[in-house]
């Protein structure tokens, strides 16, 4: 869920900014950029990147606002160009990311003798799994499971149908649990 | 609402991975001008300058180390697009300025993009003013420059570094035109240019010229008022 006004947008404002109204677009920029930013690193896995497939995206949802149907949903139009820049960079950039920004994460979390990994550790370890999956079923799983976005929205930004985006949530879910089943966390 | 497939390990990725950090006034500033230029590129209109302004709640930039200096701020800036003649066609520099105002000077986004417009005061928002603080009057201010273009590194130069190009290198500030760094600066008057790829000079066309170019090139003044 949205936290502290994070990513809640009012279709009011929505309007305005459709309308020209620059301050209310950025106002979108900032209530957005946490979720996208969010979205962006864990889909593309680099910092850097994220920041320049956000930088993107916004300025596509600014070019082509008065393409927005007013009175939809502006989650699923805004997270199928964020997702498509995700995607582009990954296709355009075809290598792989280190974890930078993520901390310190031991090579071998998943069978650390410590008994009780840190956050860090466990977070670090879900990025681990999340960057081996397929790109489609990382989408999907953050769409559904990060985002919290419903699979009608998920189909109108992936263009994907409904059991191929269940089958993927449900592939990815598998491969954390098989993966993470010795790295529960403890808080 | 989500709570077809989720069990505890499945929950725990999802607390994991959920946590946002709001966005920050220059992470926001940055694409603010972005949005600017690539509105620019596509317009028929004018095509060399846009007005850039924010102010910045503290702790200001965090770029380059900048983070821990803390300071109200006021930020003024433009980015340009177009040619800056025949040495420099892709080059599109900006620069801001912060300076000092009273008061939490509360930004919003909004005052960035808003500000594009041609200066003028925003409805129910402090003006370019700079105010002044009597008890801080000679403390130096924290002043943010950035710089808009493409190039492979960037350094300011001025008359606080005595026109070194290695002092002050410019931080990538994300996006791969953009380049940032902040420097204290005493009040008064100053003058500085940037430096492009190790060769090329720029000065920012939206200040005031130095009629007494000081380091044999032309640079940009600078007044920087008292806290």
């Known amino acids: 869920m949205p936290q502290d006004g994070i990513g809640v947008l009012d279709s009011e404002l929505i309007g305005r900014a459709v309308r020209g109204d620059k301050q209310a677009f950025a106002r979108v920029v900032d209530r957005m950029y946490p979720r996208a930013l969010r979205f962006a690193r864990q889909m593309v896995g680099h910092a850097e990147d994220a920041e320049e497939a956000v930088q993107d995206t916004f300025v596509r949802v600014h070019r082509y606002l008065d393409r927005f149907e007013q009175g939809a949903a502006f989650d699923p139009w805004f997270f199928r160009i964020l997702a498509n820049r995700c995607r582009t960079l990954l296709e355009k950039r075809n290598r792989h990311y280190a974890l930078i920004d993520y901390g310190e994460v031991p090579p071998d979390a998943a069978q650390a003798g410590d008994p009780v990994p840190t956050m860090d550790e466990f977070q670090g370890a879900v990025r681990r799994v999340l960057e081996t999956l397929p790109t489609e079923q990382r989408e999907a799983f953050l769409l559904r499971h990060i985002e919290e976005l419903s699979y009608e929205d998920m189909m109108e930004i992936t263009g994907a149908g409904l059991s191929a985006l269940r089958m993927r949530v449900k592939r990815a879910c598998d491969a954390l649990r098989l993966q993470l089943s010795g790295v529960h966390h403890g808080r | ?227």
């Open chain 2, 1 to 227: 609402m989500v709570g077809d497939e989720r069990d505890e390990l499945i929950e725990q990725v999802r607390q994991s991975l959920a946590p946002l950090a709001p966005a920050t006034p220059h992470a926001v500033a940055r694409i603010l001008i972005a949005v600017a230029t690539d509105e620019e590129q596509r317009a028929d209109g004018p095509r060399w300058l846009t007005w850039v302004r924010t102010r910045l709640r503290a702790p200001m930039l965090s770029l380059g180390g900048a983070g821990a200096l803390a300071a109200m701020a006021l930020t003024v800036g433009y980015i340009g697009r177009g040619s800056l003649g025949p040495a420099s066609p892709a080059l599109a520099p900006a620069m801001a300025v912060q300076e000092p105002t009273t008061g939490e000077g509360n930004v919003t986004p909004g005052d960035v993009l808003d500000s594009m417009a041609p200066l003028g005061a925003l409805p129910g928002q402090p003006t370019l003013q700079a105010m002044t603080d009597e008890g801080a009057a000679n403390a130096p201010v924290v002043v943010d420059f950035i710089f808009e273009g493409y190039a492979e590194r960037v350094s300011l130069v001025g008359d606080f570094n005595s026109w070194s190009a290695d002092s002050t290198p410019m931080q990538r500030a994300g996006s791969r035109n953009v380049w940032v760094t902040s420097v204290q600066l005493v009040p008064g008057r100053h003058v500085y240019a940037f430096i492009v790829d190790g060769e090329r000079w720029e000065v920012d066309p939206t200040r005031p010229a130095a009629p007494d170019a000081d380091f044999g090139k032309p640079g940009s003044v600078l007044l920087v008022r008292p806290r």
